[in-house]
């Protein structure tokens, strides 16, 4: 018995090292994206002073911005506001002169994603963070531009609108349109489900999809003020941001505010191509509630909770109700739950991939979608392919013939197989057209990794494939066609033949190309 007691403490440390290992190479990995980023985005185009030649009169009052490199700019600009935590913005409350937008506003606070720690760090952080960014070649010009937004990565749980990575200074002035950067209610902010606690919280699941359709409506009424197209708006966003779009190509509340969709590297399976049900959210809700001491009758006291309490009892929760439900948690075999939207028959009435189709707002709306060709697995070898076979590894050089045969191990298939289930049940659904890529470029320091596309998509990169890449994503806004000068043309995609841009400095149609890679990788994965 003492024996057997022995083993049980031996395997329960065993586990808990393990377990501190794979958390040490998520945070790491996070790090190193981090850094990646910072490295290779262009530096902040350096913030001016506001001039009279950039006032625009929006819905609720008059806007000062700055012109830097001949683009208009304006941070900051507030699309609404919350008054209160877990329920919908309001709109702005007017002001009176003019307000001066050359500093960033404020973000939302962030949240635990992945198992990472959250930050106590709340400076610059507020649950009142409606506002956006906006860089525009000419304004009151009576000219309509395609208006590109973005929306920022970070999982539903983390990040920014105002990171240096995503400044529209170079893409509004190579491309000749409007960008605009939203910023929004994330984590706990956004995506706690109190609807079980009064007619008041009856949205909270879904407040920081809420607050982007709110922007979206703002965009609609004013952007022809900043020289942008209300009739032609792109909706692009990355990894969390692209399963952003794919949450607005799904809810009926954000039909007819938008016309394209872009996703880059932007669905897990359990985020993106699907999302919480009522039954989770609902419990990962009494956990938090549990974990604050909070009932029913006291409901309002999370209004006045701190954000690191709020923050650490959500951590827990998500855990715990992950363990309960059994969700995969990302790039670990353990379970885990991650904030995001919620399936609850209204603002989210199905999955954007239902079992046999694509979610029916989003037939019509035209798709640019890919991915890269490591993701994580360029800046955490652990979580690559293992030990493969002699059939896996020409599988890859017969997908990859350009590729160093040794690289077959930092192939991704953990958001390559998403992506394309969501490309074929979408273009499965018969309606607008769907174009994809697989961004291939290696650039010597961490190959075609997670967000490596970033800076060729907003033009920070020169040189012929970021000049590529970003017309290709401006024609795609312009027009719904992703063909550019240099790049072979753009064949849209079908389960059947499988088109597929491979985005290098010598740019590839290929067919089907990973289709038998694929299968061999993860056998058991169908879409």
């Not at 106590?120 to 960014?133: I, S, V």
């Not at 439900?325 to 399936?343: N, R």
């Amino acid at each position: 018995m003492e024996k057997q007691k022995t083993k049980s403490k031996l395997a329960k440390r065993i586990l808990l090292v393990i377990a501190v290992i794979i958390g040490l190479i998520i945070i790491v990995g996070t790090a190193m994206f981090m850094y990646f980023c910072s490295q290779f985005a262009a530096p902040r185009v350096e913030i001016g002073d506001v001039t009279d030649a950039a006032i625009v009169e929006t819905s609720a009052g008059t806007v000062r911005g700055y012109i830097s490199d001949g683009i208009y700019t304006y941070h900051g600009i507030p699309y609404a506001e919350a008054a209160e935590r877990f329920v919908p913005a309001e709109k702005v409350t007017s002001w009176e002169g003019v307000l001066d937008t050359a500093q960033y506003g404020k973000t939302s606070p962030q949240g635990a994603i992945l198992g990472m720690p959250v930050s106590d760090d709340t400076e610059g952080t507020d649950n009142n963070c409606q506002n956006l960014n906006v860089w525009t070649p000419g304004i009151n010009d009576g000219k309509k531009r395609p208006v590109m937004v973005w929306l920022h990565g970070g999982g539903f749980s983390m990040g920014s609108a105002n990171d240096a990575s995503n400044d529209g200074t170079a893409l509004s002035k190579s491309g000749d349109v409007v960008v605009v950067s939203v910023n929004h209610r994330l984590n706990v902010y956004g995506y706690l489900d109190l609807s079980a606690y009064g007619e008041k919280y009856q949205h909270s699941s879904n407040i920081g999809m809420m607050d982007i359709v709110t922007s979206l409506e703002w965009i609609q009424e004013n952007i022809e003020s900043f020289g942008g197209d209300p009739g032609n708006i792109t909706v692009f966003g990355q990894s969390g941001g692209g399963a952003k779009v794919l949450s607005l190509m799904t809810s009926p509340y954000a039909k007819g505010l938008f016309h394209k969709g872009i996703v880059e590297s932007g669905a897990t399976e359990m985020m993106g191509v699907t999302f919480s049900t009522k039954e989770e959210s609902q419990r990962l809700a009494e956990n938090i509630l549990k974990n604050l001491g909070i009932s029913k009758d006291n409901i309002d006291a999370l209004q006045t909770v701190s954000n690191k309490e709020l923050q650490d009892a959500a951590s827990s929760a998500l855990l715990e109700t992950g363990v309960e439900f059994q969700i995969p948690a990302p790039l670990s075999d353990e379970y885990g739950m991650e904030w995001g939207p919620v399936i609850e028959g209204d603002f989210m009435p199905t999955n954007p991939v239902t079992t046999d189709s694509f979610a029916e707002m989003g037939k019509e709306i035209p798709l640019l979608i890919g991915s890269n060709l490591n993701e994580w697995n360029g800046m955490m070898p652990e979580a690559g392919n293992g030990d493969l076979t002699d059939e896996q590894i020409n599988a890859f050089v017969s997908a990859y013939p350009n590729e160093d045969r040794d690289e077959v191990n930092e192939v991704d298939t953990f958001i390559r197989l998403p992506m394309l289930k969501i490309m074929s049940h979408k273009a499965d659904k018969g309606g607008a057209s769907v174009y994809a890529y697989v961004f291939t470029y290696d650039d010597g320091v961490m190959g075609a990794s997670h967000g490596a596309e970033i800076p060729y998509v907003f033009a920070h990169q020169s040189g012929k494939l970021g000049e590529q890449v970003s017309q290709a994503w401006i024609n795609f806004a312009r027009n719904g066609n992703p063909k550019a000068d240099g790049l072979p043309d753009w064949e849209p995609y079908t389960r059947e033949r499988g088109a597929t841009m491979l985005l290098d400095t010598e740019s590839e149609l290929v067919y089907n190309h990973d289709v038998e890679l694929m299968k061999l990788l993860e056998p058991a994965y169908s879409y």
